[in-house]
Every structure is written in structure tokens, then in C-alpha cells.
DNA sequence: GTCTATAAAGTGATAGAC
DNA sequence: GTCTATCACTTTATAGAC
């Protein structure tokens, strides 16, 4: 935990190697070795920044919770703002449902278009969860659920809450999917990789299916 | 490969314990020794009936193919033909809808409820794909998906290729996010379990998605 | 802070008796 | 078909020189 500039630099390399390869092998399968000869310091160095594997496996999220956070509490803040504001102006079709696909198509352009190394994490962790799951879903997962479920609430007040939950499951599926099952969608679509034409296919859809999936009946 | 009762005894024991074990720790993780232990026999013996550790992986996975492909192909039959099948009777919405829905409600029971270790198996096999993975796909995947594919470009004909292909994937995502994603889902539902009731309520909301999807504009 | 060297504890695989 | 015993190898972790 030490900043003196050289130090402080070997700890970045190990947390920028140590992401990919745990993201690539898994935890058990990485090998502090391997991670070490990537980041090109010496093995040992883990020991005295880390402590131990565990440490270096839970830094790398702690890094990433910290990183996502900074894109995400924007959105956050606009839908608290709708939900505790003044009174809303015009029909909850409008007051609301703006907020909604701005979440959405944030978590769309963070999820399909982030480096794969921190989507293989998330799904990992999700796979057996450590430790690490736990600063996962206090720092994001939770508090993105909870923003989703407050907007679906107001837009179908006379859905009861398992249906809205349930709803909210559904359309975060549609942007999971991306990371969770990347490679079969990848065939199915016949895509190389997701570029900007794609993401914008991607985003157009899940915002069609969005509205249709909250303002059905 | 022997069907002295004795060694097939031994084999299905060990296929057992290896499916819950790789599927719990992952393939590089998962311990001999511990699979053995857990089937109640001598590690020496996963190399009599398997070679090696990969023989044994290939297998696990070989024997859950064949078992839902077991369960998918009567719905895969159906589908072929209303395809193929003589002159529809009646609009393409009532033709194509009720096979479609019934592939989704067979896709929705298989993966909600279906032991919790082929889903594991089937998460990891996409984060790092092995030979497994096209047992995976060319047995379940790849069918599936040229089915489902199928029926929405009749049901939707003015729908370009790319866009059917997408919503394909998203009709499945609703399914997939169960395995995919269970932990999260099942905190924002929080459900203990999938049982009856809940089976029920996931059945019939993803129905309803899928007809909104499919049919919105 | 960084390095070398090595300890301590696994791992998968197999030879050979039964 | 099954078991015991063991080999060859890799892993994490750390002690101690610089």
C-alpha cells in the first residue's frame, strides 16, 4: 500500500496483468508466475503488495467496483432525482420512462463494449462466489436492481412487485446476455466483434424491446 | 468403455461425482483425488475407464448432451414440421406462435429447474471454451438456435435477417439469465428456491415477453 | 522495494501386485 | 477391475541477501 512512485508502479502492472489473467484462467487456474512474468516485475513482489493471491484477486475488484461506480452514479443520480423530485410533469410514460432507457443504454454501451476481461470476472464470481462477489453486489449489481425496480414501480403502479421485479430481470437479461453468453450470440449473429455498427443495432433493440416489455400489458 | 456390471458401476459413479465437481470448482481446480472420494472409489480408476482428466470432462459432457437432446427433440420435430409441413392453415401469428412458445416453455422448465451443475458446466464452457464446447453446440446450441431463427423469420418475413437474429437471442436471454445470472436474480427476487409457484410465475412472464417481442413492431 | 533460492504442499499420472 | 505406492512435476509462499 506503499506510494512511492516505484513501488506504486509495480503495483499497477500486477493489478493490470493480474486482471486479465484471472479473468482469462479463473482464479484457481492463474498463476502468480504467469501474472508476475506479465506485469515484468519479479514473483515475490505479489507477497509484499498483496500479501497473498487472495489479496491481489480481491484489489483487482475492489479497482474495478471503483472504476464502474464513476459511470454508473450519473444515471443514478438522474433516476433518484425523477423518483424524489418535485412533482412529475406529464404522464409517467414520459417522466419515467426517459430515465429508463438512459440506464439501459448506459449499461449497453458498459457491458457489450468493456474490455472482456471484466465480463468473464463478473461471470466467475457469479459462477462460485468469494469474497469478491459480495463488494460485486454492494457496490453495483444492488443498487443498479434497486434503481430499476423504483423506476419499473412508478411506470406500473398496478403491477404487484413480483411481476415488476421479474420485469426488471428480464430487461437486464437483454444487456447480460452480452457477457454471459457472448460466444454462442456472437455465432447466432454472425458477428467477428461488436463495433459501432453493431452496438448501434444492439442499442436500438433493447430500447424497442424495453418499452414493449414495461408497457405491455 | 467395459460393461462388466462391476466397472459400469464405477464409471456412472464416477461420472456423477465429476459433474458435480467440475461444475462446483471448474476444470483446473476440480481434484481427482476429490472426485474419487466422492464416488467412492480408487482415483487410480478415473484412468482405467477415462485416460486421463480430460477424457473424464469430455465424457461428463458427452452424457448430458445426449440427455437433452432427449428432451429437445420432440419440440425440434414440431417445429420442423410446421416448417415443412403441408400448406399452413390460418395467419402465421396462430401457425408459428404456438410452436414457438412451446420450444421457449420446454427451453424455460429444461434451464430453470434442470440440476444446478450442467448449467455451471455450460457458464464455464463459454468463459473458456474447450473441446467441450462443440459438443455443447453442435448438440443443443446450434439446433436450437436454427429453429428459433426459423420460426421468427415466418412469423416475422418483413423483419431483416439481422434484426430476427437478434431477437432470437434476446427471447433466449430471458431464459439463459436463470443459469447465467441465478445469484443476482434470485436476491432482487428474493426466492430461496425455483419451485412450483415460482416455475409458474417465470413460465408465464416469459411468455408474455415473448409474444411482445415477437409481435411488436 | 526488489531479488534469489528454496521450502512445503499439492497435483495428475502410472507401474505393478492382486 | 481394483488397489497400493510412488514418480515427476507444479504450485504458493517466504526467508534472507542486496
Not at 506479465?38 to 474495478?64: M, S
Not at 415488476?164 to 446476455?177: K, T, Y
Request: glycine residues 8%; neutral net charge; contains cysteine.
Amino acid at each position: 500500500m506503499k506510494t512511492s512512485p516505484r513501488g506504486e508502479t509495480t503495483r499497477e502492472a500486477l493489478l493490470e496483468a493480474a486482471t486479465v489473467v484471472f479473468a482469462r484462467e479463473g482464479f484457481p487456474a492463474a498463476n502468480l508466475r504467469g501474472i508476475a512474468e506479465r506485469a515484468g516485475v519479479n514473483p515475490a513482489l505479489i507477497g509484499y503488495h498483496f500479501q497473498n493471491k487472495e489479496g491481489l484477486y480481491l484489489a483487482v475488484f475492489t479497482q474495478w467496483v471503483a472504476n464502474m461506480r464513476a459511470c454508473l452514479e450519473p444515471a443514478w443520480a438522474v433516476i433518484a432525482q425523477a423518483l424524489d423530485g418535485p412533482e412529475p410533469q406529464g404522464p409517467p410514460e414520459t417522466v419515467y420512462l426517459e430515465p429508463l432507457l438512459a440506464l439501459v443504454d448506459g449499461m449497453v454501451a458498459h457491458i457489450v463494449m468493456e474490455h472482456p476481461a471484466w465480463g468473464e470476472l463478473m461471470v466467475r464470481e457469479q459462477q462460485s462466489p468469494s469474497a469478491a462477489f459480495d463488494i460485486l453486489f454492494e457496490g453495483i449489481i444492488g443498487p443498479n436492481q434497486r434503481a430499476l425496480v423504483a423506476l419499473l414501480q412508478r411506470l406500473r403502479p398496478g403491477f404487484e412487485g413480483e411481476k415488476v421485479r421479474l420485469i426488471a430481470g428480464m430487461i437486464v437479461s437483454q444487456v447480460l446476455v452480452f457477457r454471459n453468453a457472448r460466444l454462442p450470440l456472437m455465432r447466432l449473429m454472425d458477428w467477428a466483434k461488436v463495433g459501432p455498427r453493431e452496438l448501434d443495432a444492439v442499442r436500438a433493440l433493447i430500447r424497442r424491446n424495453t418499452q414493449l416489455l414495461v408497457l405491455g400489458d
